[in-house]
């Protein structure tokens, strides 16, 4: 947290750090008995502004925004897991001209978290 004039407020800040993902999807093949989980765990970066408006002595009405990216991670489901650097481990499926699924692929059929927005709104009380 920086100390940052956002619209003349008198208390607020510019947010800034890492952010981690536990994300977990699920995959239903249409037509089929695969019905499994996928999974992922992603490290990023966020950015943002947090305001406090205070309401009484202790307590601030705080509201924040900002935008998180997240970068590739692995993504593993039933038994097999996707890497961006396309190490895969155990990809066993075709696309229709032959070719091995990539992470491409699976990122683009999952769709895990990459970019973010993020609202806030609570409250602090100060002891």
Known sequence: MM???FFNFKDSYLIFGPRYSVFKGNF???G???DFEITSKQWGLGLGAENYFKM???LDLVLATGLDYFFNSALSGHDTTFNPNDDNIR???TDNNGDPYT?????KAV???QLMP???VGVTYRL
Request: aromatic residues 12%; glycine residues 0%.
């Open 3 to 5: 100390p940052y004039k």
């Open 28 to 30: 239903n093949y249409i």
């Open 32 to 34: 089929s008995n695969e």
């Open 56 to 58: 009484t002595k202790n």
């Open 91 to 93: 990809v066993q499926q």
């Open 103 to 107: 992470y491409k692929d699976a990122n």
């Open 111 to 113: 769709k895990q978290p």
């Open 118 to 120: 993020r609202i806030m």
